[in-house]
């Protein structure tokens, strides 16, 4: 039931303090008027007793003891959403700045998410093509999953984030749309312009929403701004029947702010000054992904963050590696190569992966050609290291194999053009082009059955058919 208005106790910045309330909730929102007809809205993020510590969205400037009155709502966050929600931009508590005018609201939805039977949930299983050859290859992202990618303060993940939302589809044998949800979190004002010119320009944003808090707007925003995403993908999802990946960046200024927010409700701080309840408010982002049973669609993310000082022990990414279901990691030794996407395939990883890839989802031998791809590559690491003592000159011809084969690999596989979207068959086949640089003694994680098909075959192999691609295209000329 909502609260009579009432007269404000205190202004400290962006936290405003009321006194004599009864009846409201920790989270429940509140909505301010002043005698200039200014409206802004805040959370409730402090109750002791009848004492009210509320967060404003907004700057506090013009509120007053005498002018502002204050009306409790009785109720959390909730977001109006519609069929049309998709190819509209939003900003973090989810309202139009596109433009186009407000959404025609079917439903309203808490943006906390309802809770989730664990029962209910199934095993995500069928595979989504990414066009990365890198990730698609190696570290598999599977419909339903959470697979982060930590990254570093100035590395591409936002040209990578842009054209994964561009390029991102179901795999062969899934039925269903396909939509993105894309939420921005403490940007600037140019890399929010570079996401909305990417999508309109590519044509994408038909099927993409957009959440977008810029670095100046206001902290409590940004805390929203997440759930903002996730309620939408899962009305999408569970509601239209679509399959929804949702791409969030950066969880890094979500935390950021979270910390900020809880410095001034005066918590003792844990890790790095970050609240004790760090872990349990990732969780709240990170657990929204999955498949429902009875639900014909589904919630697939990608969180981007990035490690403050490269670190990936900090607490952010170490405790979003508990929750989620594997890591793709950018390096900055990589970039420094002038390799995109500068992904070090070592230490990333996809948990759901082996149960999503193989005959029946991707190829028979993708299982093989990654975990030799991912020994080879092992193995060049060492030979550069022992050529950085005795001298390249010194190594045996096989470890001058390897040497080429880690070269080749991380400009040919891992590397590719800003604009360049290769199939799972392209990857794979680009990949025996790779191993065949070894004799086929050295492919000791392969069985005898897939040498004979596809390391004798030269049919399966990506550069041939480049090659044919090419002729074709002049004879066509």
Not at 317 to 337: A, W
């Amino acid at each position: 039931m909502a609260i009579e208005y009432l007269g404000l106790s205190s202004i400290e910045g962006p936290l405003v303090v009321v006194d004599g309330v009864r009846g409201a909730a920790y989270g429940d929102i509140v909505r301010f008027r002043t005698n200039r007809s200014d409206q802004k809205v805040g959370q409730i993020i402090t109750i002791e007793g009848e004492h009210a510590l509320i967060q404003v969205f907004d700057s506090t400037t013009g509120m007053s003891l005498d002018n502002t009155h204050t009306h409790f709502t009785g109720k959390g966050m909730e977001l109006g959403l519609g069929p049309d929600i998709l190819g509209r931009t939003f900003n973090g508590i989810g309202q139009p700045i596109d433009g186009l005018g407000a959404i025609h609201a079917e439903v309203s939805r808490d943006v906390n998410g309802a809770p989730l039977n664990p029962v209910s949930r199934i095993y995500p299983r069928d595979y989504i093509e990414t066009g990365f050859s890198a990730i698609d290859g190696l570290t598999t992202l599977i419909r339903g999953q959470k697979l982060p990618i930590f990254s570093g303060d100035g590395m591409p993940h936002n040209q990578l984030a842009a054209q994964i939302a561009k390029q991102a589809k179901l795999g062969d044998g899934v039925d269903g749309e396909f939509a993105v949800v894309f939420a921005a979190m403490g940007v600037k004002h140019d890399v929010a312009d570079f996401f909305k010119r990417s999508f309109e320009e590519s044509g994408a944003m038909e099927h993409v929403t957009m959440f977008v808090n810029t670095a100046d707007d206001p902290v409590m925003e940004r805390l929203i701004t997440s759930r903002m995403a996730l309620t939408t993908a899962e009305y999408l999802a569970y509601d239209l029947g679509k399959h929804v990946l949702v791409i969030l960046t950066d969880m890094t200024s979500f935390c950021e702010a979270l910390r900020e927010v809880s410095n001034a409700k005066q918590e003792i701080p844990s890790r790095k000054g970050y609240p004790g309840y760090l872990y349990s408010e990732l969780a709240t982002i990170y657990e929204r992904a999955g498949i429902v049973k009875g639900r014909q669609g589904s919630v697939t993310q990608i969180p981007i963050l990035t490690m403050p000082n490269d670190d990936i022990t900090h607490p952010i990414p170490d405790l979003t590696g508990y929750i989620t279901e594997g890591q793709v990691v950018l390096d900055r030794s990589i970039e420094g190569k002038n390799i995109y996407p500068p992904i070090n395939p070592l230490p990333s990883l996809s948990r759901l992966m082996k149960d999503g890839i193989g005959d029946g989802y991707t190829r028979e031998d993708h299982d093989a050609v990654s975990n030799q791809l991912f020994a080879a590559y092992s193995q060049a690491i060492d030979a550069r290291s022992l050529a950085s003592v005795i001298g390249e000159e010194e190594l045996s011809d096989l470890d001058k194999k390897y040497l080429a084969f880690g070269e080749a690999f991380e400009q040919e596989f891992i590397g590719q053009k800003q604009d360049e979207n290769r199939t799972i068959t392209d990857t794979l086949n680009l990949g025996w082009d790779l191993l065949r640089t070894f004799p086929r003694t050295e492919l000791n994680r392969m069985d005898s059955q897939l040498l004979d098909k596809y390391y004798e075959d030269t049919t399966y192999s990506y550069k041939k058919d480049a090659l044919d691609k090419d002729s074709k295209q002049d004879g066509e000329d």
